[in-house]
């Protein structure tokens, strides 16, 4: 097991930002697959954005051009960049790591190490 660790989410604005880290106390490194999802109270964990073993990423729609996804070289600190909040972005922030690729899709793909979670509130 791979502990992953969210940490800077908190209470922001409307239009102010958040970067929120993911640390992985152990074995990866910048070949790992890894990615951010976010909750929202009673509803299902959705994929948001998404960084491949060649450091590609990919974003849902509705955070392109606002959210930026990054790792930091030794590939064991993943950030989550986020610009122009909007009270809809409020929710619980999750990131998870994989050694392996997958043939689903980045929004459908499974992962194996998955982090508590950081919460983000953005108020309006």
């Known amino acids: 097991q791979v502990p992953l660790v969210e940490s800077w989410g908190g209470s922001v604005p409307a239009g102010g930002s958040l970067r929120l880290s993911c640390a992985a106390s152990g074995c990866t490194d910048s070949s790992y697959y890894m990615g951010w999802f976010r909750q929202e109270p009673q509803k299902a964990r959705e994929a948001i954005a998404f960084?491949?073993?060649?450091?590609?990423?990919e974003y849902v729609s509705f955070v392109k051009g606002r959210f930026t996804i990054s790792r930091d070289n030794p590939g064991n600190t993943l950030y989550l960049q986020m610009n122009s909040l909007k009270p809809e972005d409020t929710a619980m922030y999750y990131c998870?790591?994989?050694?392996?690729?997958?043939?689903?899709?980045?929004?459908?793909?499974?992962?194996?190490?998955w982090g508590q979670g950081t919460q983000v509130t953005v108020s309006s």
């Open positions: 998870a790591a994989d050694p392996h690729s997958s043939i689903l899709p980045w929004r459908n793909r499974g992962y194996r190490h």
């Open positions: 960084i491949d073993s060649d450091g590609n990423t």
